[in-house]
């Protein structure tokens, strides 16, 4: 009993003095693994002169794995790339009822699909340590994204986010991203987006920080 008592505070007065190891001469390595399930997903309705059809998107899963790896520019900012892997899957239902006397005839079918999706970013950050162990910095940078299957189906997107930092160690850290400012072209549709939210895109990350101060 003792000796587990003397190594519960061992880690807990470890833990409280841990320092932010970061600034010039250091780097870090990391990344994020992100998952979500909607069951329930989504439905469309949709009416014609002959019948309705009504579209169901549900079991919507979504992977994305994220490593990382940075280097510090100055004692606050660093520059990073980010290579990722998504896979995003579901299964799409389609209903169609037929009016009576319309000619046509009542169907329904199922369909499952999955897309995979490469990309690369490179992003900068800036450190605003608020003591020896926590702080904030925003992320920002610009990432290419590109359908496995058909490379001519992809993206460009220019954005960033707020995150903060933990050290739970001098050189282990764990990151907690929320929100987004975010705009998107696509290279197929050529169309242009743009989103801000500071209520999506939960992400959570661990990084490992080495190097010479």
Aim: with cysteine; glycine share 12%.
């Amino acid at each position: 009993m003792k000796k587990h008592l003397f190594t519960l505070l061992f880690i807990v007065a470890a833990s409280f003095a841990a320092k932010a190891q970061i600034g010039t001469g250091r780097y870090y390595t990391g990344g994020s693994l992100n998952y979500n399930y909607d069951g329930y997903g989504y439905t469309n309705t949709y009416s014609y002169a002959a019948g309705t059809t009504v579209y169901t998107n549900h079991g919507i899963s979504n992977l994305q794995i994220n490593p990382d790896f940075g280097m510090f520019l100055s004692k606050n900012w660093t520059i990073g790339i980010q290579p990722g892997y998504s896979r995003t899957g579901g299964t799409e239902t389609s209903v169609y009822t037929a009016l009576a006397g319309s000619g046509t005839t009542s169907y329904s079918y199922d369909h499952k699909y999955h897309t995979e999706a490469l990309s690369l970013s490179i992003h900068f950050r800036y450190y605003c340590m608020l003591n020896d162990r926590i702080g904030i910095f925003p992320q920002f940078g610009v990432t290419e994204a590109n359908n496995v299957n058909n490379f001519n189906s992809g993206s460009i997107s220019v954005g960033g986010n707020p995150n903060i930092v933990f050290f739970a160690t001098k050189k282990l850290a764990v990151n907690l991203g929320f929100g987004n400012i975010l705009y998107t072209h696509d290279y197929q549709t050529k169309a242009n987006s743009f989103n801000i939210g500071l209520n999506t895109n939960i992400g959570f990350g661990v990084n490992y920080y080495w190097g010479k101060q």
